[in-house]
């Protein structure tokens, strides 16, 4: 995922002081601006989760209220299920009454550290304040959705661990049988994309040119294993939580366009950044409402590296 990149035409203490002299000036909004588009891409890059699922924007026209609280959530209509028949020509397919199945998506906060600084302190930085502002808050914002997914991740494992998890070396045999697992069967889920650590990515260096081809070990040789981001065709999101995402593990998940096969990642506010004075004393933090949801939970499998 690409984003725009600010070039400074001007010093980080004249940013900082214009963005101060908003604040002084009742221009809150025109303060927070300033940053939001910053703060918003560095959020979508950094968070795997938000590369597996592709978050959909709503609004409040699109929100359930829970029945028993005031809490919100979205109810997606999943697939029905459906069957075919062979018939004489004077002869009618069998008849019956479908149920359309769904699930409910609800929502939460995210909701960085609050910050409180002196004016007066803030004009001796020499960094830019919204570079501060993103290294301290919008990042540990996605540790918090990512920490979120793998938690639901887990729990949907743990639950059918026979069917859909898979141990082995990271070898093409290993990645094979559990891509398998997911076609299979009952289960027929098309493969999307992986999840695997920059640390184990890493190890398909050692993957020899009988497997992956004399081509792709020949780029991989000249210019390392980052020039690609694919193994067999299948697009890799990498990371560098190994705190959150074990990196002895991987997986594999359906994927969720042009078709939805997984789930659904909702931010019914984006990362907001909010600004309040009191005198000479300023406090500022980052905020976002976000829901995320498995519809199926067969459409993912985890790999254990043996």
């Not at 018939?87 to 609050?114: D, I, L």
């Amino acid at each position: 995922m690409s984003y725009n990149v600010e070039t400074m035409s001007h010093s980080a203490q004249f940013l900082n002081k214009s963005f101060l002299s908003k604040i002084e000036g009742g221009q809150i909004k025109e303060a927070v601006e300033a940053s939001s588009l910053f703060v918003r891409e560095r959020l979508r890059q950094a968070a795997a989760v938000r590369e597996i699922i592709v978050p959909q924007g709503v609004t409040e026209a699109d929100i359930d209220r829970d029945e028993s609280t005031d809490q919100p959530k979205i109810i997606i209509d999943k697939e029905p299920d459906s069957t075919a028949s062979f018939v004489q020509f004077q002869g009618t397919g069998r008849r019956s009454w479908f149920k359309g199945p769904r699930y409910s998506v609800r929502f939460g906060k995210v909701e960085s550290q609050r910050f409180t600084k002196s004016k007066v302190e803030l004009m001796t930085y020499r960094s830019d304040i919204r570079k501060i502002l993103s290294d301290n808050s919008v990042m540990d914002m996605a540790d918090q959705e990512d920490s979120k997914f793998y938690e639901l991740v887990a729990a949907i494992i743990a639950a059918n661990p026979s069917v859909q998890r898979t141990t082995g070396a990271f070898q093409s045999g290993t990645f094979k049988t559990a891509m398998q697992s997911m076609l299979t069967g009952t289960r027929k889920r098309p493969i999307g994309k992986m999840l695997l650590s920059k640390e184990r990515y890493m190890d398909a260096l050692d993957l020899p040119a009988t497997s992956v081809g004399n081509d792709i070990a020949t780029r991989h040789f000249d210019e390392g294993i980052e020039s690609s981001q694919k193994l067999w065709g299948i697009p890799v999101v990498t990371h560098v939580k190994s705190n959150i995402y074990p990196t002895a593990k991987g997986w594999i998940f359906s994927p969720t366009s042009p078709n939805n096969f997984l789930g659904n990642f909702f931010t019914l506010q984006d990362a907001t950044l909010f600004i309040k004075q009191e005198a000479d004393i300023i406090s500022f933090w980052t905020y976002e409402f976000i829901g995320i949801g498995i519809a199926n939970t067969l459409s993912m499998q985890e790999i254990v590296f043996s």
